[in-house]
């Protein structure tokens, strides 16, 4: 490894890792099981809320959440405000809702807005505090989560956050124009629920925003510093979840890879190819598992950014009330830029990952990993068309510096990276990835 890629090993590093693992329920009609699931974790007219989204409110995987909710004999009430790509407003405004509601359970049926606003609510009207109180250091107090919450079944509608598997909750903290979260096991899901059938209604353009999310989840988590680079925890029990890439993670990163690689181009070409969203939505799961136990980094640290500084770029098939940069495409814009660079950390893991994702690595050698990693994610961000690069949405050269300010904030996701960087590399990497079209490596 080269020198200035080691962790501060000071404390004595790490020797063990820990594998927290999602209940989940896969498969096609699996929502039907929704009732029965919330009665065997609840009781007989239990009080349910159930969150959604204003799009989804009336498309089928709510008309079937509902019926099978009802059938139950459960008591549902549902919230169907979530604000896609929530911010700190909307999540005390769900918050509101939760604490007025007095619910037993919770239950979400969306994509990663709709999980993270749930776990929010839940938390909030749990354990009342201000918002700040929990969210992660150093934008917030990173408040430890008092105690468990009521059960939490999500129901993922999108083939990428993950976030069923997580205990994580993004958000946009409006005053400073950043996304921040709130990370803790106890936010974690008793239950996921994960129906292919319910991505048919997905626009293309969202399948491959999402699926760009499940291929950064798999490769960031793939590519992550080791376990055994992070000083060991004190007290030893309080491993964070950001852990670090480990043999548990390793083996659903590199499958979710092989699924998403084969299946991405499919189901966004086709929102009748079963077959690929299926594939898309298992690797989806594999990949949260992944990054669930071993943190994803830097493109991922860099998207809060890109995200929130959002100026005027219009989503193609997101909601046309407001500008924003979906979240798998604010990730994957950075991702070409950053395995280019820290392939040099582990060239043979890039290497794997431009395998499994279907790339042509014979004759490759270790000097070309990053460029094969990075031309794969390029060949298939062109062939759905996605935006080469930050330009694409917006930024320029007059904006690195804001971007690098608001992304190094991210020491969770920072501190996983392969190497130690600080903000003048973290610049350089956004602008390593303003526009992709030249091919001009940086
Ligand atoms: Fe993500």
């Known amino acids: 490894m080269p020198s200035g890629c080691q962790h501060d090993l000071e404390l004595g590093p790490e020797s063990a890792f820990s594998i927290d693992a999602s209940s989940i329920v896969f498969g096609r009609g699996a929502l039907r099981e929704l009732g029965e699931h919330v009665l065997s974790l609840t009781h007989a007219s239990a009080r349910v809320a159930l969150f959604t989204d204003p ?8 008309e079937h959440a509902s019926a099978s909710l009802r059938a139950a004999g459960l008591d549902v009430v549902v919230y169907d405000r979530v604000h896609v790509e929530p911010t700190d407003a909307s999540f005390l405004e769900a918050a509101r809702f ?3 509601g007095r619910f037993e359970a919770y239950v979400s ?5 709709v999980i993270d606003t749930t776990k929010a609510a839940a938390l909030y009207a749990t354990y009342p505090a201000p918002l700040l109180a929990y969210v992660n250091a150093p934008l917030g107090e990173g408040r430890v989560v008092p105690g468990p919450l009521p059960p939490h079944i999500a129901c993922p509608t999108t083939c990428g956050t993950g976030s069923e598997c997580t205990g994580i909750a993004v958000f946009d903290l409006l005053a400073t124009k950043v996304k921040t979260g709130i990370a803790s096991r106890r936010l974690r899901p008793a239950l996921a629920i994960v129906d292919p059938d319910a991505t048919r209604t997905l626009p293309s353009e969202v399948v491959a925003a999402s699926g760009f999310d499940v291929l950064c989840h798999a490769i960031e988590s793939y590519t992550a510093r080791s376990f055994t ?3 060991a925890p004190r007290p ?49 799961t594999l990949a949260g598992i992944a990054f669930g136990n071993a943190g994803v980094h830097l493109p991922h640290a860099m998207s809060y950014a890109v995200a929130g500084l959002v100026k005027g770029y219009m989503a193609p098939g997101y909601p046309s009330d407001e500008p924003r940069v979906p979240h798998g495409t604010s990730v994957v814009l950075n991702a070409p830029s950053v395995f280019r660079w820290t392939a040099r950390t582990s060239p043979a893991r890039h290497l794997t990952c431009a395998e499994a994702l279907g790339a042509d690595v014979r004759g490759a050698t270790v000097d070309d990993a990053g460029e094969v990693l990075s031309g794969r994610l390029l060949s298939l961000m062109r062939r759905t068309r996605l935006p080469l690069g930050l330009a694409g949405v917006g930024y320029g050269e007059v904006d690195l510096d804001a971007l690098a300010e608001r992304a190094i904030v991210q020491r969770r996701l920072v501190d996983n990276a392969p190497c130690a960087v600080d903000r003048e590399r973290v610049r350089a990497l956004f602008e390593g990835a303003l526009d992709y079209r030249t091919g001009a490596p940086r």
């Open 229 to 231: 680079a992070r000083p």
């Open 98 to 100: 939760a604490t007025e």
């Open 236 to 284: 030893l029990t309080a491993r964070p979840m950001s852990q670090g890439q480990n043999p548990w993670s390793d083996l659903g990163s590199l499958e979710a890879l092989r699924l998403a690689g084969r299946s991405l181009v499919r189901a966004f070409d086709d929102a009748s190819d079963d077959e690929a969203r299926g594939e898309l939505m298992w690797a989806a």
């Open 55 to 62: 799009r989804l409110a009336s498309l089928p995987p709510i």
């Open 109 to 113: 049926v969306g994509g990663g807005s």
